[in-house]
């Protein structure tokens, strides 16, 4: 798969009717920290982290890569996006090589239920259709994960396979520009 963007990273801002997707800067440390120290955030994710354990590892910009977006809101970073290859060693994939794009994303607790992981993940798959037509994007989550399993079906991925991982069944899914998603029909409402 070729690197979400190549050669146009760092995308312009994407702006949808309430968010802006953009790079990570210095700014974004603090909320970075309490993303990966939230025990509601690591609930389906292996757990929170010690916060004294990322204050001392968090660079001072952190997430500063192609395929990763922070999700700001009126000036503020409020989650992130990621687009990242999927490792071959992994289970779950839709091509025999491997390498297919797979969408992760993690907000935080005080902004769930507003809609704003719907609205954000649908600008970036609009985004990624844009810097490479044709080609799927993944998800892969724990079943047991209600609200993740919900923002899938709205965005229209589509089951392709469960697995153990993690000590946990997982649910595998494929989006593709080809098929349009749910989200991006006028008036569709955003959920997460």
Same mark, same amino acid.
């Given at each position: ?25 210095? #700014? ?6 309490? +993303? ?11 757990? *929170? ?7 001392? *590892?968090?660079?001072?910009? &952190? ?22 290859? #999927?490792? *071959?060693?992994? &289970? ?27 609205? *954000? ?10 810097? +490479? ?5 993944? +998800? ?6 209600? #609200? ?29 520009? +080809?098929?349009?998603? #749910? ?10």
């Amino acid at each position: 798969m070729t690197e979400p963007g190549s050669g146009a990273w760092p995308p312009a801002p994407i702006r949808t009717e309430r968010l802006v997707l953009r790079v990570s800067e210095a #700014r974004d440390r603090a909320s970075f920290i309490d +993303l990966f120290a939230s025990p509601e955030v690591g609930t389906y994710i292996g757990g *929170a982290r010690p916060r004294g354990d990322l204050e001392r *590892a968090m660079p001072e910009v &952190p997430g500063r890569r192609p395929g990763l977006f922070v999700i700001d809101l009126d000036g503020a970073m409020i989650g992130m996006i990621t687009l990242d290859p #999927r490792t *071959a060693d992994r &289970p779950g994939h839709v091509r025999p090589e491997a390498g297919e794009s797979e969408l992760g994303y993690l907000f935080l607790p005080e902004v769930w239920g507003r809609g704003y992981a719907a609205e *954000a993940c649908a600008a970036a798959l609009d985004w990624f259709t844009a810097a +490479l037509p044709g080609e799927p994007v993944v +998800l892969s989550t724990q079943s047991a994960n209600d #609200r993740a399993m919900r923002l899938a079906a709205k965005l229209g991925f589509i089951e392709v396979e469960r697995f153990e991982e993690y000590g946990a069944e997982q649910w595998f899914g494929v989006w593709s520009s +080809l098929t349009p998603s #749910r989200s991006s029909r006028p008036g569709a409402g955003c959920g997460g």
